[in-house]
């Protein structure tokens, strides 16, 4: 008897201990777990901006063709408006003229990679090269290195996002997409982003459109008679002390 209370003793401090040990694996496990999933969190670029001025950034794309841009830039100087293109390294190597022609009225020149090419198909080396090329082509052309950068095809990932911040660059998408690159009506167009649009939004064009200056005009006319401010992104976007939401709204801290 005495023989069976021993190893009932024993048997239960081996359960014991085998229970206790399978219980700190599965906390370490946990905790490993979920140091991966903060390390894995989805970072996203700025969409748009939260704020309570009638504020918004129009920008455009540049990245194949040039034939409208001359003209883009005559409607936004009679509206005394400023914007934000986005341009490819490859597009500044053909249309330096363009870029200059850009600069000298006003508009912001920023970074759309030096190719286009889907960024998160690229290795780290790649990435960064794609960036810091570009940039250095929009500099040896304007005097000035951009501070922005806009993912080709609005595709990124999380290493895309890291490269640029270690560039001290924002990434920067879009809440308003004008469609124009399908080439729809003119009036189609101004629908889509009078009706869209809010304080804060960031409207997303193409410079090479063949629709897009013949709504320009109406956009920018209706836009203003609603009381917005038209400015580059750059004068949009918070440069500190913000969050960015899940659906990529960035969000004044304290504010």
């Not at 040039?66 to 053909?94: H, M, P, R, S």
């Not at 330096?96 to 286009?116: R, Y």
């Not at 999380?158 to 469609?179: A, F, I």
């Amino acid at each position: 008897m005495r023989f069976l209370i021993l190893t009932r003793k024993r048997i239960l401090t081996v359960l014991c201990c085998l229970i206790c040990g399978i219980l700190a694996v599965f906390l370490a496990f946990q905790g490993v777990a979920a140091i991966r999933a903060s390390s894995s969190k989805r970072l996203i670029p700025i969409y748009c901006v939260k704020t309570d001025e009638k504020k918004i950034a129009i920008s455009f794309d540049a990245a194949w063709g040039n034939e409208e841009t001359q003209t883009l830039i005559d409607i936004l100087n009679k509206y005394n408006v400023k914007t934000t293109f986005f341009v490819v390294g490859a597009w500044v190597d053909k249309y330096p003229e363009s870029v200059k022609a850009l600069a000298a009225a006003g508009h912001e020149v920023c970074n759309h990679s030096n190719t286009h090419p889907h960024m998160p198909k690229l290795g780290q080396t790649e990435m960064t090269a794609q960036v810091a090329e570009c940039n250095n082509k929009i500099k040896n052309v304007t005097g000035t290195s951009p501070l922005l950068f806009r993912a080709p095809y609005g595709d990124y990932n999380n290493p895309v996002m890291e490269t640029v911040k270690s560039l001290n660059m924002y990434c920067v998408q879009w809440d308003v997409d004008s469609l124009d690159w399908k080439n729809p009506p003119p009036n189609a167009i101004v629908t889509r982003v009078t009706t869209t649009v809010k304080p804060g939004s960031i409207v997303l064009f193409h410079n090479g459109a063949k629709n897009t200056p013949a709504a320009l005009p109406k956009i920018i006319e209706a836009l203003q008679s609603q009381g917005y401010q038209i400015v580059p992104v750059s004068q949009l976007i918070y440069k500190d002390n913000y969050t960015i939401d899940h659906t990529g709204m960035q969000v004044k801290e304290n504010g």
